[in-house]
């Protein structure tokens, strides 16, 4: 497999050569469709792209729709389509929307790079940086240890067809079965995750009418911070669990309070890196392999076209401090 490093050292030599003008002429372009723009995790995500882009000298940029419609994805998409990008990065709201113009993209000799959706069919990569099983059952372990396994409890993904978030939220719910079989959900998934004033709205409903409400669990980076900030509005900070997937910038208030629990978490800089990364490696002809090490990635298992590296993070008291300074 050819390297990252390699691509750039045989770019400087071009350079060094005066051959800039064809080099230019070269440079890949790769855009990244994202959930929605302007909340922190996809902001966050935004700086990994153009840092990755500086460092290897591809034109790569984000596209953030105004909110979490597939829609709007595949209104960007077709917007890359037909400006001849090389490279399409995407992170799902709904895989089987997305499904047709992704297609389209690959007919028309665009590399196709997902995250967050190991189901999509039409593309060339996805990369996960932590499986969904190990994902959903460590959120499951924290859960269950804040809860002491007794009370119902809520569920919340950022939307109901959201690939990613309900394969760790099966996990998370299978695990927590296996460790706490007297507990119960205290009603259905609630596809409320991408929306702080939703989640909050959701906590407080489901406060109101469960007494013997423990907790939820949130997988989409505004539902932690929503419903932790239901918790603190009616004072139950370390008596009722919240724990998940949040922006340690976002959330680290909220941690130190008692009123969000902590979670896992990957770094969006990174996976924004990620996308830049591998998508330089297919447009140079490279491809990806179980065990090879990857830039960004580390050593990866493969499956497939589903790539997973094991970079999970914790957030908690100890660490979200030092994440949040790292623009995490």
Known sequence: MKTISKLLGAAAVSVSMLAAPALADDTPTI????????????????????????KLGVDAFMVGPTSADPALQVRAIEDLIARGVDVIGVVPNDAQVLE??????????????????????????????????????????????????????????????????????????TRLEEKCPDMKQAADRFGVAE????????????????EDFAGVMAFGSQGPIGAARAVQERG?????????????????????????????????IE????????????????????????????TVEVDGKNIYANKPLELGKDSVDGLAELGL
């Open 31 to 54: 855009g990244v469709v994202v959930k929605v723009g302007g909340i922190p995790w996809f902001n966050a995500m935004e700086q990994g792209i153009e840092e990755a882009g500086d």
């Open 195 to 210: 929306s702080v004033d939703d989640s909050r709205t959701t906590t407080l409903d489901l406060l109101r009418a469960n």
């Open 236 to 268: 139950l900070e370390g008596e009722v669990a919240v724990v998940g997937l949040f922006s340690a910038g976002q959330g680290r208030r909220l941690v130190h309070s008692d009123a969000l629990t902590g979670g896992f978490v990957w770094s969006p």
């Open 271 to 298: 996976a924004g890196k990620a996308f830049v990364e591998l998508g330089t490696m297919l447009v140079m002809g490279d491809t990806v392999q179980d065990g090879d090490d990857v830039p960004v990635l580390g």
């Open 100 to 173: 047709p113009v992704l297609k389209r993209a690959m007919d028309a000799g665009i590399k196709v790079i997902t995250h967050e959706s190991e189901a999509s069919q039409n593309k060339d990569f996805n990369f996960e940086l932590v499986s969904a099983e190990n994902f959903g059952k460590a959120h499951a372990d924290m859960f269950a240890k804040a809860t002491g396994c007794e009370g119902s409890y809520a569920v919340y993904v950022g939307g109901l067809t959201v690939p990613a978030h309900n394969a760790w939220a099966d996990a998370a719910v």
